[in-house]
Antibody, heavy 116, light 107 residues
Framework: QVQLVESGGGVVQPGRSLRLSCAASGLSFSSSGMHWVRQRQAPGKGLEWV??????????NYADSVKGRFTISRDNSKNTLYLQMNSLRPEDTAVYYCTKQDKDSWGQGTLVIVSS | EIVLTQSPDFQSVTPKEKVTITCRAS??????LHWFQQKPDQSPKLLIK???QSISGVPSRFSGSGSGTDFTLTINSLEAEDAAAYYCHQSRSFPLTFGGGTRVEIK
């Protein structure tokens, strides 16, 4: 079955950078667009779409809140999705999920905390 | 940006009751509306895709309807395991957006 495993989260100071990874298995990774979705940790906080990359990496889209600071990328030879997060802000604190284009499979999420 | 407005924010329901959650889009999105369930400390789970298409493995008590700007998720005969947050989501145009969520509590 499809397995998506995120990693790379942690505690980082405002203004610093972090790179998240999502290792995929059980799917034709090179044929699937991929998304990053985040969920802030305050009680009752909802889901926020962050970024999308096309199956071949040629197309990218970003939420306005991260445009110019975050970069989504992929390595189809390694079945891995990435999210490079620069100039991090406290409001970027969240659990970050990777998910397939159709969003029928999700990882378990990785927690990013931006705090001094 | 397409804004999705869900209602209600919260619902406390007795088992076997019927639950109806609505999602209104700020502009027409055709049928590009999907529903997710998220239980505490779990990842979101796709329940319904493209407004009314069922997902393999999802109980038949979950159904969706609507098109254009108004959509509904219905849970027939609520079970205790359905306690969760429910989100609508549009994939019609970027930036993709989610509704604010509806938390369903079991009385």
């Amino acid at each position: 079955q499809v397995q998506l495993v995120e990693s790379g989260g942690g505690v980082v100071q405002p203004g610093r950078s972090l790179r998240l990874s999502c290792a995929a298995s059980g799917l034709s990774f090179s044929s699937s667009g991929m998304h990053w979705v985040r969920q802030r940790q305050a009680p009752g906080k909802g889901l926020e779409w962050v970024a999308f990359i096309s199956f071949d990496g040629r197309g990218e889209n970003y939420a306005d809140s991260v445009k110019g600071r975050f970069t989504i990328s992929r390595d189809n030879s390694k079945n891995t999705l990435y999210l490079q997060m620069n100039s991090l802000r406290p409001e970027d604190t969240a659990v970050y999920y990777c998910t397939k284009q159709d969003k029928d499979s999700w990882g378990q999420g990785t927690l990013v905390i931006v705090s001094s | 940006e397409i804004v999705l407005t869900q209602s209600p924010d919260f619902q406390s329901v007795t088992p076997k009751e019927k639950v109806t959650i609505t999602c209104r889009a700020s502009q027409s999105i055709g049928s590009s509306l999907h529903w997710f369930q998220q239980k505490p400390d779990q990842s979101p789970k796709l329940l319904i895709k493209y407004a009314s298409q069922s997902i393999s493995g999802v109980p038949s008590r979950f159904s969706g309807s609507g098109s254009g700007t108004d959509f509904t998720l219905t849970i027939n005969s609520l079970e205790a395991e359905d306690a969760a947050a429910y989100y609508c989501h549009q994939s019609r145009s970027f930036p993709l957006t989610f509704g604010g969520g509806t938390r369903v509590e079991i009385k």
